[in-house]
């Protein structure tokens, strides 16, 4: 791994700093915390339910109990693994990131984990996913022109909605920090610049069209001719 990355996101520890947290912890994660503890309520409430119909059909108690606990714990378990999904996002904030409810009082800071446990703070780019053709997987990269690799991100073999999902909010944590701490959007700079230098070509191409002689095929004709 190239060690420049590495200087420029200030080094990696393995631990979280103790003013960081988890992206399950922060504000805007709640809804997905009450949805879980909502799923898991009514599954439990699915269960008596269940139960108490089976009961009622001739069912003895035992086979009743046992239908009633299968099927809630189905439910059970795709809950949780939706809740895990947020609960593994592998990002982390400090408290004057926007993903926290409070008016901040300094710079917002975030850090991503890596596949070894590390965190890291990913630098001033948004990021992508790279394929990792020697470890396999995917690598995090600066989404630039050069795609320089920050590190490995995950083992995955494919981009799930998962990872997908993951990647969109270290995205959006990247530019609400930026946007807290008055740092420029480097694509809308990009863009800004681009239209500059596109109008700077446009009157450079116009100027020489105006110092060139534009003959007509018919006056290039009979110039020929003589």
Do not use: C
């Not at 997905?32 to 439990?44: D, Q, T, V």
């Not at 984990?113 to 780019?125: I, K, L, Q, Y």
């Not at 959007?185 to 070509?201: H, K």
């Amino acid at each position: 791994m190239d060690a420049s990355p590495l200087r420029n996101m200030g080094g990696a520890s393995s631990t979280l700093p103790p003013d960081m947290l988890p992206f399950i912890q922060t504000t805007v994660a709640q809804p997905f915390i009450n949805g879980r503890n909502a799923g898991l309520g009514a599954s439990a409430g699915l269960a008596v339910v269940l139960f108490a119909l089976l009961s009622l059909v001739a069912f003895s108690a035992p086979v009743a109990g046992l239908v009633a606990i299968a099927v809630a714990s189905m439910n059970m378990v795709v809950v949780l693994l939706r809740y895990r999904g947020h609960a593994t996002t592998p990002l982390a904030v400090n408290m004057n990131h926007p993903f926290m409810d409070g008016e901040p009082l300094g710079e917002a800071a975030l850090l991503v984990r890596f596949s070894d446990g590390t965190w890291r703070d990913p630098g001033e780019h948004r990021v992508r996913l790279v394929p990792d053709e020697l470890l396999g997987g995917f690598n995090l990269a600066h989404d630039t022109l050069d795609f320089p690799v920050l590190g490995h991100f995950t083992e995955a073999k494919e981009r799930t909605p998962t990872l997908s999902r993951h990647l969109t909010l270290i995205n959006q944590a990247i530019a609400l920090r930026d946007a807290v701490n008055d740092v420029p959007d480097p694509i809308e700079t990009a863009r800004e610049r681009e239209a500059m230098d596109t109008g700077l070509l446009e009157r450079s191409w116009l100027e020489e069209e105006e110092s060139v002689e534009v003959e007509s095929p018919l006056v290039s004709f009979f110039r020929k001719k003589e």
